[in-house]
T-cell receptor, first 113, second 112 residues
Framework: DGGITQSPKYLFRKEGQNVTLSCEQNLNHDAMYWYRQDPGQGLRLIYYSQIVNDFQKGDIAEGYSVSREKKESFPLTVTSAQKNPTAFYLC????????????FGPGTRLTVL | GESVGLHLPTLSVQEGDNSIINCAYSNSASDYFIWYKQESGKGPQFIIDIRSNMDKRQGQRVTVLLNKTVKHLSLQIAATQPGDSAVYFCAENSIGYSTLTFGKGTMLLVSP
């Protein structure tokens, strides 16, 4: 069953903690993306990766970090430097970057306590 | 997820009606457009896409129209059903750019 999985579905973080969100895909896609979604706003790009061991900052990268050690996996760490981390986080993948359709995972809702 | 639609434009229709959701874009160089559907608490689902060399593309119960002159994109849903209730948003890209730009979305509410 091909697709993109994200875990956990819900995540709670205390202030000052780092947390890592998982994203895995078995679509053999080269490109992967992380977005943040807040109520009433469009998706905002955090980081993206076009190929293993390479990634670029998006529009709102401050307070976040990523790694791309395997083609299938693109974990996102929300660090304590992110001042307002409560949001819905979406991972996506596509065959390549640019004019290729992005397919999304089910999302992780992060809440800071 | 359940609060994604907060403060979004809303279109309310009756079951069986046709729905039209609009999207304006600003980049005249945009040449690839996608419509996504997002249900409460879930990730966006791909609905249909269109490239700039086309004016119209049809899928199952959905049609996308592209007017490059006025930089306008629309999604038409025929015989709207309660299961179509969701937030719909468009995305665009241009050759040479690595990422998509997403609109804020429109909430579609379908009454039985």
């Amino acid at each position: 069953d091909g697709g993109i999985t994200q875990s956990p579905k819900y995540l709670f973080r205390k202030e000052g903690q780092n947390v890592t969100l998982s994203c895995e895909q078995n679509l053999n896609h080269d490109a992967m993306y992380w977005y943040r979604q807040d109520p009433g706003q469009g998706l905002r790009l955090i980081y993206y990766s076009q190929i293993v061991n390479d990634f670029q900052k998006g529009d709102i990268a401050e307070g976040y970090s990523v790694s791309r050690e395997k083609k299938e996996s693109f974990p996102l760490t929300v660090t304590s430097a992110q001042k307002n981390p409560t949001a819905f986080y979406l991972c996506a993948s596509s065959t390549s970057t640019g004019t290729d359709t992005q397919y999304f995972g089910p999302g992780t809702r992060l809440t800071v306590l | 997820g359940e609060s994604v639609g907060l403060h979004l434009p809303t279109l309310s229709v009756q079951e069986g009606d046709n729905s039209i959701i609009n999207c304006a874009y600003s980049n005249s160089a945009s040449d690839y457009f996608i419509w996504y559907k997002q249900e409460s608490g879930k990730g966006p689902q791909f609905i249909i896409d269109i490239r700039s060399n086309m004016d119209k593309r049809q899928g199952q119960r959905v049609t996308v129209l592209l007017n490059k002159t006025v930089k306008h994109l629309s999604l038409q849903i025929a015989a709207t059903q309660p299961g179509d209730s969701a937030v719909y948003f468009c995305a665009e890209n241009s050759i040479g750019y690595s990422t998509l730009t997403f609109g804020k979305g429109t909430m579609l509410l379908v009454s039985p």
